[in-house]
């Protein structure tokens, strides 16, 4: 069965520092695209951050960016200058295949923690 | 504003109770989906339909049914609730292959 793998069940991370959160996927769908998901503690989800598999450079949103290294199948999480709020759990998701039916599976997640 | 609306929040049912949690999105998504989220487990999908009319399986569909009412509406059924459903469970919709938004979530414990 298709996987969406976070290895990292808990990070901490020094406030105003950087911190990477690792996900890696094996789908071999040329038209898959990977997502980034916040969950605080107040439990909403909150989405972060997207790769199209075709996109040439990798994605950026204010603070987060995403380390897409297809030959190793990785959507690494890039959080810059850590903040208080970002301590929340992240998850990654996969479209899942085929990728046409909209179906989306998610990692196990990583909880995150910065520390003042 | 109200985007994605699950009812209700939260839920205590004994063992073989039966439930409907509902679903309502005001985006015009035609994709509308059901999770459910247990510790370490991630977010596991139950059910999801891709359109008005259509129902398929996710991952975990046992123990649940679904309907999709109308094109807003999509509701989880638990016909005799067991301990393992014990979990929070959110409703999403999507607008093609973007994002999802999610509702708030429902948190729903099985005696």
């Known amino acids: 069965a298709q996987k969406i793998t976070q290895t990292q069940p808990g990070m901490f991370v020094q406030e105003k520092e950087a911190v990477t959160l690792d996900c890696t996927y094996d789908t071999s769908d040329p038209s898959y695209g990977l997502f980034w998901y916040k969950q605080p503690s107040s439990g909403e989800m909150i989405f972060l951050i997207y790769?199209?598999?075709?996109?040439?450079q990798n994605a950026t949103e204010g603070r987060y960016s995403l380390n897409f290294q297809k030959a190793r199948k990785s959507a690494n999480l890039v959080i810059s200058a850590s903040q208080l709020g970002d301590s929340a759990m992240y998850f990654c998701a996969d479209n899942a295949l085929p990728s046409n039916t909209g179906k989306l599976i998610f990692g196990q997640g990583t909880t995150l923690q910065v520390k003042p | 504003n109200a985007g994605v609306t699950q009812t209700p929040k939260f839920q205590v049912l004994k063992t073989g109770q039966s439930m409907t949690l509902q679903c309502a999105q005001d985006m015009n998504h035609n994709s509308m989906y059901w999770y459910r989220q247990d510790p370490g487990m991630g977010l596991r999908l139950i059910y999801y339909?891709?359109?008005?009319?259509?129902?398929d399986k996710g991952e975990v569909p046992n123990g649940y049914n679904v309907s999709r009412l109308n094109k807003r509406e999509f509701s989880l059924r638990l016909e005799s609730a067991a301990p393992s459903q014990t979990s929070v469970y959110f409703c999403?919709?999507?607008?093609?292959?973007?994002?999802?938004?999610f509702g708030e979530g429902s948190r729903l414990t099985v005696l």
């Open positions: 999403a919709s999507r607008p093609g292959l973007g994002e999802l938004f």
């Open positions: 339909s891709a359109s008005e009319g259509t129902t």
């Open positions: 790769q199209g598999s075709y996109d040439q």
